[in-house]
T-cell receptor, first 115, second 114 residues
Framework: AQTVTQSQPEMSVQEAETVTLSCTYDTSESNYYLFWYKQPPSRQMILVIRQEAYKQQNATENRFSVNFQKAAKSFSLKISDSQLGDTAMYFCAFMIPTNAGKSTFGDGTTLTVKP | EAQVTQNPRYLITVTGKKLTVTCSQNMNHEYMSWYRQDPGLGLRQIYYSMNVEVTDKGDVPEGYKVSRKEKRNFPLILESPSPNQTSLYFC?????????????FGQGTRLTVV
Protein backbone atom coordinates (compact mmCIF):
# COMPACT_ATOMS: atom_id res chain seq x y z
CA ALA A 1 0.00 0.00 0.00
CA GLN A 2 1.10 3.51 -0.77
CA THR A 3 1.60 5.89 2.15
CA VAL A 4 2.61 9.51 2.58
CA THR A 5 3.92 10.84 5.88
CA GLN A 6 4.17 14.48 6.84
CA SER A 7 5.83 14.41 10.23
CA GLN A 8 5.26 18.08 11.11
CA PRO A 9 1.59 18.77 11.91
CA GLU A 10 2.31 22.46 12.53
CA MET A 11 5.12 24.85 11.74
CA SER A 12 5.71 28.57 11.95
CA VAL A 13 8.18 30.93 10.32
CA GLN A 14 8.91 34.62 10.43
CA GLU A 15 8.06 36.66 7.38
CA ALA A 16 10.94 36.79 4.85
CA GLU A 17 12.64 33.72 6.31
CA THR A 18 12.97 30.24 4.81
CA VAL A 19 11.10 27.16 5.94
CA THR A 20 11.23 23.50 4.88
CA LEU A 21 8.29 21.13 5.11
CA SER A 22 9.11 17.45 5.13
CA CYS A 23 7.41 14.59 3.33
CA THR A 24 8.30 10.94 3.02
CA TYR A 25 6.42 8.31 1.07
CA ASP A 26 6.44 4.63 0.47
CA THR A 27 5.73 2.87 -2.79
CA SER A 28 7.07 -0.05 -4.74
CA GLU A 29 6.41 1.71 -8.04
CA SER A 30 9.27 3.23 -10.01
CA ASN A 31 7.20 5.69 -12.03
CA TYR A 32 5.13 8.19 -10.13
CA TYR A 33 4.49 11.89 -9.75
CA LEU A 34 4.82 13.98 -6.63
CA PHE A 35 2.95 17.12 -5.71
CA TRP A 36 2.68 19.77 -3.06
CA TYR A 37 -0.73 21.41 -2.68
CA LYS A 38 -1.59 24.47 -0.63
CA GLN A 39 -4.92 24.90 1.14
CA PRO A 40 -5.41 28.42 2.51
CA PRO A 41 -8.26 29.28 4.90
CA SER A 42 -10.54 29.63 1.87
CA ARG A 43 -10.26 25.79 1.58
CA GLN A 44 -9.35 25.96 -2.09
CA MET A 45 -6.71 23.38 -3.05
CA ILE A 46 -3.96 24.97 -5.11
CA LEU A 47 -1.04 23.21 -6.77
CA VAL A 48 2.28 24.59 -5.57
CA ILE A 49 4.82 22.41 -7.33
CA ARG A 50 5.18 19.00 -8.97
CA GLN A 51 7.97 16.57 -9.71
CA GLU A 52 8.33 13.53 -11.92
CA ALA A 53 10.07 10.63 -10.21
CA TYR A 54 12.21 9.91 -13.26
CA LYS A 55 13.70 13.43 -13.23
CA GLN A 56 16.75 13.94 -11.07
CA GLN A 57 16.59 17.72 -11.24
CA ASN A 58 14.63 19.27 -8.40
CA ALA A 59 11.61 21.30 -9.42
CA THR A 60 11.40 25.01 -8.64
CA GLU A 61 8.56 27.52 -8.94
CA ASN A 62 9.61 31.03 -7.95
CA ARG A 63 10.03 30.97 -4.14
CA PHE A 64 9.11 27.30 -3.90
CA SER A 65 11.53 24.46 -4.48
CA VAL A 66 11.75 20.80 -3.61
CA ASN A 67 14.49 18.49 -2.44
CA PHE A 68 13.66 15.17 -4.05
CA GLN A 69 15.65 12.20 -2.79
CA LYS A 70 14.28 9.18 -4.63
CA ALA A 71 16.36 6.56 -2.85
CA ALA A 72 15.31 7.92 0.52
CA LYS A 73 11.73 8.42 -0.70
CA SER A 74 11.78 11.98 0.52
CA PHE A 75 10.15 15.03 -1.07
CA SER A 76 10.55 18.17 1.05
CA LEU A 77 9.26 21.62 0.15
CA LYS A 78 11.35 24.72 0.74
CA ILE A 79 9.65 28.11 0.84
CA SER A 80 12.05 31.05 0.56
CA ASP A 81 11.28 34.63 1.53
CA SER A 82 8.09 33.54 3.30
CA GLN A 83 5.10 35.81 2.89
CA LEU A 84 1.96 36.23 5.00
CA GLY A 85 -0.05 34.79 2.11
CA ASP A 86 1.86 31.52 2.44
CA THR A 87 -0.07 30.80 5.63
CA ALA A 88 -1.99 27.63 4.80
CA MET A 89 -2.12 23.90 5.18
CA TYR A 90 0.26 22.11 2.83
CA PHE A 91 -0.33 18.61 1.53
CA CYS A 92 2.20 16.31 -0.02
CA ALA A 93 0.79 13.79 -2.50
CA PHE A 94 1.84 11.30 -5.09
CA MET A 95 0.08 9.74 -8.04
CA ILE A 96 0.76 6.50 -9.86
CA PRO A 97 -0.17 6.68 -13.54
CA THR A 98 -0.16 2.92 -14.00
CA ASN A 99 -2.66 2.55 -11.18
CA ALA A 100 -5.45 4.53 -12.82
CA GLY A 101 -4.07 7.76 -11.44
CA LYS A 102 -4.71 6.78 -7.85
CA SER A 103 -3.55 9.59 -5.58
CA THR A 104 -2.39 9.37 -2.00
CA PHE A 105 -2.19 12.42 0.23
CA GLY A 106 -0.37 13.08 3.49
CA ASP A 107 -2.17 14.40 6.56
CA GLY A 108 -0.97 17.94 5.96
CA THR A 109 1.26 20.50 7.67
CA THR A 110 -0.25 23.75 8.92
CA LEU A 111 2.18 26.58 8.23
CA THR A 112 1.81 29.96 9.90
CA VAL A 113 3.86 32.89 8.66
CA LYS A 114 4.31 35.48 11.38
CA PRO A 115 4.81 39.19 10.70
CA GLU B 1 -12.95 30.63 -16.86
CA ALA B 2 -11.64 27.08 -16.40
CA GLN B 3 -13.06 25.64 -13.23
CA VAL B 4 -14.52 22.78 -11.27
CA THR B 5 -17.88 23.66 -9.74
CA GLN B 6 -19.37 21.84 -6.80
CA ASN B 7 -22.83 22.33 -5.38
CA PRO B 8 -23.90 22.86 -2.73
CA ARG B 9 -21.04 24.48 -0.80
CA TYR B 10 -22.68 23.73 2.53
CA LEU B 11 -25.29 21.14 3.43
CA ILE B 12 -26.84 19.98 6.66
CA THR B 13 -29.02 16.90 6.38
CA VAL B 14 -30.52 14.16 8.51
CA THR B 15 -29.49 10.55 8.73
CA GLY B 16 -30.93 8.43 5.95
CA LYS B 17 -32.08 11.20 3.62
CA LYS B 18 -30.59 10.62 0.17
CA LEU B 19 -28.52 13.45 -1.21
CA THR B 20 -26.42 14.28 -4.26
CA VAL B 21 -23.44 16.59 -4.47
CA THR B 22 -22.89 17.75 -8.02
CA CYS B 23 -19.54 18.32 -9.69
CA SER B 24 -19.02 19.83 -13.12
CA GLN B 25 -15.86 20.79 -15.01
CA ASN B 26 -15.60 22.87 -18.18
CA MET B 27 -12.09 21.82 -19.25
CA ASN B 28 -12.93 18.63 -21.15
CA HIS B 29 -10.89 16.63 -18.63
CA GLU B 30 -10.87 12.85 -18.82
CA TYR B 31 -10.15 12.15 -15.18
CA MET B 32 -12.34 13.10 -12.25
CA SER B 33 -12.34 12.04 -8.64
CA TRP B 34 -13.93 12.64 -5.27
CA TYR B 35 -12.11 13.07 -1.97
CA ARG B 36 -13.11 13.57 1.59
CA GLN B 37 -11.01 15.59 3.99
CA ASP B 38 -11.11 14.91 7.72
CA PRO B 39 -8.91 16.44 10.44
CA GLY B 40 -5.66 14.52 10.83
CA LEU B 41 -6.45 12.22 7.91
CA GLY B 42 -5.58 14.37 4.92
CA LEU B 43 -7.53 13.74 1.72
CA ARG B 44 -8.77 10.26 0.99
CA GLN B 45 -10.01 9.24 -2.41
CA ILE B 46 -13.60 7.98 -2.50
CA TYR B 47 -14.19 7.22 -6.19
CA TYR B 48 -12.54 8.12 -9.45
CA SER B 49 -13.42 8.05 -13.13
CA MET B 50 -10.94 7.65 -15.98
CA ASN B 51 -13.52 8.61 -18.60
CA VAL B 52 -17.21 8.51 -19.43
CA GLU B 53 -18.89 5.38 -18.07
CA VAL B 54 -15.64 4.26 -16.39
CA THR B 55 -15.61 4.55 -12.61
CA ASP B 56 -13.81 2.71 -9.82
CA LYS B 57 -13.48 2.67 -6.06
CA GLY B 58 -10.86 4.64 -4.21
CA ASP B 59 -9.74 4.08 -0.64
CA VAL B 60 -13.02 4.85 1.17
CA PRO B 61 -15.97 4.04 -1.15
CA GLU B 62 -18.39 2.58 1.41
CA GLY B 63 -21.65 4.49 1.59
CA TYR B 64 -21.09 6.40 -1.65
CA LYS B 65 -22.06 6.02 -5.29
CA VAL B 66 -20.99 7.90 -8.39
CA SER B 67 -21.87 8.04 -12.05
CA ARG B 68 -20.18 9.44 -15.14
CA LYS B 69 -22.75 9.68 -17.91
CA GLU B 70 -21.22 12.81 -19.40
CA LYS B 71 -17.61 13.89 -19.50
CA ARG B 72 -18.20 17.12 -17.61
CA ASN B 73 -20.29 15.81 -14.70
CA PHE B 74 -19.38 13.49 -11.86
CA PRO B 75 -22.01 13.54 -9.09
CA LEU B 76 -21.47 11.98 -5.68
CA ILE B 77 -24.50 10.22 -4.25
CA LEU B 78 -25.10 9.33 -0.63
CA GLU B 79 -28.05 6.94 -0.65
CA SER B 80 -28.45 6.82 3.14
CA PRO B 81 -26.13 9.33 4.80
CA SER B 82 -24.83 8.63 8.29
CA PRO B 83 -23.09 10.91 10.81
CA ASN B 84 -19.68 9.38 10.01
CA GLN B 85 -20.01 10.88 6.54
CA THR B 86 -19.86 14.36 8.00
CA SER B 87 -16.83 15.77 6.24
CA LEU B 88 -15.43 18.23 3.74
CA TYR B 89 -15.73 16.87 0.20
CA PHE B 90 -13.69 17.84 -2.83
CA CYS B 91 -14.20 17.03 -6.46
CA UNK B 92 -11.14 17.22 -8.72
CA UNK B 93 -10.44 16.84 -12.42
CA UNK B 94 -7.32 16.52 -14.52
CA UNK B 95 -6.67 16.16 -18.26
CA UNK B 96 -5.47 12.59 -17.90
CA UNK B 97 -4.01 10.27 -15.30
CA UNK B 98 -1.31 9.05 -17.68
CA UNK B 99 0.92 12.08 -17.36
CA UNK B 100 2.06 14.44 -14.67
CA UNK B 101 -0.88 16.77 -14.87
CA UNK B 102 -2.25 19.07 -12.26
CA UNK B 103 -5.51 18.25 -10.54
CA UNK B 104 -7.99 21.11 -10.45
CA PHE B 105 -10.12 21.11 -7.35
CA GLY B 106 -13.60 22.41 -6.70
CA GLN B 107 -14.15 24.72 -3.75
CA GLY B 108 -15.36 21.97 -1.47
CA THR B 109 -18.69 20.94 0.07
CA ARG B 110 -19.04 20.99 3.82
CA LEU B 111 -21.52 18.23 4.68
CA THR B 112 -22.99 17.71 8.12
CA VAL B 113 -25.19 14.67 8.80
CA VAL B 114 -27.19 14.84 12.03
Amino acid sequence: AQTVTQSQPEMSVQEAETVTLSCTYDTSESNYYLFWYKQPPSRQMILVIRQEAYKQQNATENRFSVNFQKAAKSFSLKISDSQLGDTAMYFCAFMIPTNAGKSTFGDGTTLTVKP
Amino acid sequence: EAQVTQNPRYLITVTGKKLTVTCSQNMNHEYMSWYRQDPGLGLRQIYYSMNVEVTDKGDVPEGYKVSRKEKRNFPLILESPSPNQTSLYFCASSPTYRENTEAFFGQGTRLTVV
